[in-house]
C-alpha cells in the first residue's frame, strides 16, 4: 500500500487473493496421487497409470497381476516412494 490509498493494482490484488489461495491449493491435492508402473519381464517401463489413493492402486495391481502374472507392477504412494510391489 502506497500511504493512504490503495491503487488499482493493489486493489485488484488483494481481491484476487481467495482465487490465488484456491488455485494453489487445487494444484496440490492434484499431485497428491498414487500412481500404478507397469514394467515388462525384462523391466523395461511399459506405463503409469494415476490413482485416488494407494489402497485402490494396490487392489488395481492386484487386479492387473492375477490376468498378467508375467510382468510387475510397483505402487508408488503420493510422496513417490513404493508402496507395493506385485
Do not use: C
Not at 500500500?1 to 484476487?16: L, Q, S
Not at 489402497?55 to 508402496?83: C, F, S, T, W
Request: charged residues 30%.
Amino acid at each position: 500500500m502506497n500511504g493512504r490509498y490503495m491503487r488499482a493494482a493493489e486493489i485488484r490484488w488483494h481481491n484476487r487473493q481467495p482465487e490465488r489461495l484456491r488455485h494453489i491449493n487445487q494444484k496440490k491435492e492434484k499431485k497428491k496421487v498414487s500412481t500404478v508402473q507397469i514394467f515388462d519381464a525384462d523391466l523395461r517401463f511399459v506405463n503409469e497409470i494415476p490413482m485416488p489413493n494407494t489402497l485402490a492402486g494396490i487392489q488395481y495391481a492386484d487386479q492387473l497381476a492375477a490376468e498378467n502374472p508375467d510382468r510387475l507392477y510397483v505402487v508408488m504412494d503420493e510422496h513417490r516412494q513404493k508402496a507395493h510391489q506385485r
